[in-house]
């Protein structure tokens, strides 16, 4: 990390990270769409079909919607063969965001694979998930979810996809982990990484830098607004100075710090050397250019 980067920070939103839009395609199988089930495969019956889809938006010439099982997917799909954030692609669906945070945590695969019952393709094709419910009891809840994934005519994956060889099918389950979390692949679009964080990692605590063009930096923590002022209506009048996060009640509470550029650089050379999570964005009024920051480590 330098000050090269730090100045192009200087115009950023948000500190988070965007995924491009890859063009690769990968070796995918002739899939079968379903046929061929094996006999020990229970598929989760309570998602699946339209119900589990919400009203996407996806392009006609890609319909018919499929559910096609992982293991079709790929010449050599497995659960986790390669975690890494350039083997994330984003698809049909607005969920950058989450992407950006599985992206993020590539840099950590351990915590990636713990969250998962198992770290190989299962023929019962059946999965548990951790996630954490930061609106609810505030403790890890057991997504249960198949191996079936939303795709095109054509066999392809309408949401997260892969890029290059790997045969990784992670980013795919944990993706339709967090639809059912919320209710549906529709209630994925538009969001927060920092959310997403939250859910990965069951961290309550988290921060964000922003800056406006020739202003100091600011930073922001972030909050459940229920836990942190209740439920009464007195208190959420007193909570009117919080940013909404858009999902689940998370609130931004700030700006609590101010930074000049010197500070804000060794607080992010500090955070990288203690192996926190980063993520960036850069931009100039509604005009985003995504970044990823190979080296990232998290802002926790």
């Known amino acids: 990390m330098n000050r ?44 699946q079909g339209e119900s589990a889809l919400g009203n996407v938006h996806v392009q006609d010439w890609r319909k018919p919607f499929k559910w096609v099982r992982a293991k079709e997917l790929h010449k050599d799909a497995k659960l ?8 994330i692609v984003q698809g049909e669906l607005g969920d950058c965001w989450l ?15 713990s969250l998962f019952d198992d770290i190989n393709l299962k023929e019962s094709g059946r999965y548990v998930i951790r996630l954490w419910d930061i609106k609810g009891k505030g403790e890890w809840q057991d997504v249960e979810v198949d191996d079936l994934i ?22 795919l389950l944990l993706e339709k982990a967090f639809a059912k979390f919320v209710g549906t692949y529709e209630k994925l679009v538009g969001g927060s990484t920092g959310w997403a964080w939250q859910v990965l990692t069951g961290q309550p605590w988290m921060a964000r830098w922003s800056r406006d063009p020739g202003q100091k930096w600011t930073r922001w923590e ?9 439920k009464a ?7 009117a100075k919080w940013r909404s996060d858009g999902m689940r009640g998370g609130r931004w509470k700030g700006p609590v710090e101010t930074s000049e550029d010197d500070q804000m650089f060794q607080a992010l050379a500090s955070y990288t050397q203690a192996c926190f999570a980063i993520s960036c964005s850069i931009g100039q009024g509604d005009r985003a250019e995504a970044v990823r920051i190979s080296a990232a480590r998290a802002i926790l």
């Open 4 to 47: 090269s980067f730090l100045a192009q920070c200087c115009e950023a939103a948000e500190l988070k990270i965007l995924i491009h839009h890859y063009p690769i395609i990968p070796d995918w199988l002739g899939c079968r769409g379903g046929v061929g089930m094996s006999e020990g495969f229970a598929p989760d019956e309570t998602f």
């Open 80 to 87: 986790f063969s390669v975690i890494q954030a350039d083997n």
């Open 99 to 113: 992407l950006a945070a599985m992206a993020v945590f590539a840099d950590f695969p351990g915590h990636i694979m």
């Open 150 to 171: 939303p795709c095109d005519k054509y066999c392809k994956p309408l949401f997260a996809q892969l890029a290059g060889e790997s045969g990784s099918m992670w980013a």
């Open 222 to 230: 972030m909050c459940d607004i229920q836990k942190c002022f209740g």
């Open 233 to 239: 209506e007195e208190n959420l009048a007193a909570a």
